[in-house]
């Protein structure tokens, strides 16, 4: 079988609308979707002698997508440091309402919308609630946010591709599900 040979006058017509919605649906900004997706074309024509067709040309692309995705929390987490000075005293800690194990809501803290959200029409909604909330987060907590639970990278990972420390790194990542649940609340997703 001959390997398939990448053809780029072709890419907008056949990827660009999947990698624009993949996109998009990573950083909520559609200028951002679309100069992602563009860099990414870019970067496919510069690399194109390197192709070596062991994926699909299509699973290449979307392989240089996802790095300059992260390359844009990269970006966007550079702009702001917090400091562990920063951080509340006195007030509520992380452990008043995440699992320590897994990171997520306690029970007695879960919002209830949430757990009855089984219809598509109201998914769609919490969907564009959450985006909104997370256009909100400062740049660094939301870099961080994204990259860990968009993403799915580790907390490792994350550390080294922003230059963290660990104890930062859960600093951002407990204001951001702080300030989330804020405004999904202020949006009646929440503990009434």
């Keep these: 079988m001959t390997p398939s040979v990448p053809n780029p006058a072709q890419w907008l017509d056949r990827y660009g609308d999947e990698l624009f919605r993949f996109a998009l649906s990573r950083v909520s900004d559609t200028t951002v979707a679309e100069e992602l997706v563009q860099e990414t074309f870019l970067s496919a024509l510069d690399g194109l002698a390197t192709f070596r067709a062991e994926a699909s040309e299509r699973t290449w692309l979307f392989v240089i997508l996802r790095r300059k995705i992260i390359d844009h929390y990269r970006r966007q987490a550079r702009s702001t440091r917090v400091g562990l000075e920063e951080v509340e005293a006195g007030g509520p800690t992380e452990a008043d309402f995440f699992n320590p194990e897994n990171g997520h809501w306690t029970n007695a803290q879960a919002p209830v919308s949430w757990l009855n959200a089984d219809a ?50 859960w600093v951002l990542v407990h204001r951001a599900k702080l300030q989330l649940r804020r405004c999904l609340e202020k949006h009646g997703l929440g503990k009434n």
């Design 120 to 169: 598509a029409l109201e998914q769609q909604e919490l969907h564009e609630v959450l985006a909104r909330c997370q256009a909100r987060l400062p740049a660094q907590q939301s870099a961080v946010f994204a990259m860990r639970f968009v993403e799915e990278l580790s907390a490792e990972e994350i550390c080294q591709e922003l230059g963290l420390t660990a104890s930062n790194y």
